[in-house]
């Protein structure tokens, strides 16, 4: 009888594969649970969360690579908690997470590739994004009032234009990293628009997520059928051999967060790594050093 718990998650099958066309009433939200119990989850993450931890750290201890993770999605598509959950036994010292939302003045003042470039992961370390550059193809693209208030000359925010123009600066920078070591993951969060109701219900509800609750939420909620075209266009755009699209089914949140830390487990075992191999002078001053403390 097979274990359930030695079922493989293959990163594959949610991946974009590059200048695919993505129709995302047609990528589901939910997909059969890995595990049936809510024990074996647990047990599953650990495991994954176990792997990562190893190979976290001959990461920073190779110090070769960087690795940039970025989360997408909508709001209420669970990406705090998915990088809460997987990441909990990451060493912090080696990881740092960055939130990006409205842009400041400074910001405003720069490219729009300024401000997330100012964040990327150096080599050794882990680079998280909880929403990134891609809010200038999708937010500001759903809000063209947006691109109009970023001081562009006006014969540079062509609207027909700029978004083709965007994605082309993005998979150039994506392009760039990954020719200069920095191994990038993108990961969408792809919730159903009925379990973002029950979501946005549950933060009213109960007293301890309010906090979590914008009107704003509600707002952006009637421009659904607006931003998965955002979304799809994006996708087809900026999905690529080297940095390509996850699009991880989100309506089960513990799901989700068993096939992102199988995404990332494998994005890191899959970089060719080794801890520094120890020179015969190096060796021959520890020798020394283990004489002295033998006293």
């Not at 059969?32 to 990461?59: F, I, M, N, T």
């Not at 087809?236 to 051999?241: E, G, K, L, N, Q």
Request: proline share 4%; net charge positive.
């Amino acid at each position: 009888m097979t274990n359930k718990l030695d079922t493989k998650i293959s990163s594959k099958d949610f991946r974009v594969s590059p200048g695919r066309k993505v129709d995302l009433g047609k990528w589901p939200t939910i997909v059969e649970p890995y595990a049936k119990s809510k024990k074996q989850y647990k047990e599953l993450l650990e495991r994954h969360v176990e792997k990562l931890s190893s190979l976290q750290a001959l990461h920073y201890a190779s110090h070769k690579y960087a690795l940039l993770l970025i989360f997408q999605g909508m709001d209420g598509a669970g990406k705090d908690g998915a990088i809460r959950h997987v990441m909990s036994g990451v060493n912090p010292e080696g990881c740092e997470v960055f939130s990006f939302k409205q842009p400041s003045a400074e910001e405003l003042d720069h490219d729009f590739l300024w401000r997330t470039t100012c964040r990327l992961p150096e080599r050794g370390r882990i680079g998280i994004f909880n929403r990134s550059y891609y809010e200038e193809v999708l937010v500001v693209r759903v809000h063209p009032e947006i691109l109009r208030s970023q001081g562009l000359p006006e014969e540079l925010r062509d609207e027909k234009d700029i978004w083709e123009q965007r994605y082309q600066s993005i998979a150039d920078l994506e392009k760039h990293l990954h020719r200069n070591g920095t191994q990038i993951v993108k990961i969408f969060l792809h919730l159903s628009y009925e379990e973002q109701r029950k979501r946005f219900l549950a933060r009213i509800d109960e007293p301890d997520k309010n906090w979590k609750f914008s009107t704003s939420d509600i707002h952006e909620r009637t421009f659904w059928k607006h931003y998965m075209k955002a979304y799809e266009d994006c996708f087809r755009a900026t999905s690529t051999h080297h940095a390509p699209w996850s699009i991880v089914p989100a309506d089960d949140k513990e799901n989700a967060r068993l096939i992102v830390s199988q995404i990332v487990v494998d994005a890191l075992g899959g970089l060719k790594m080794a801890y520094p191999r120890t020179t015969e002078k190096r060796r021959l001053e520890l020798l020394a050093i283990k004489k002295g403390l033998a006293k």
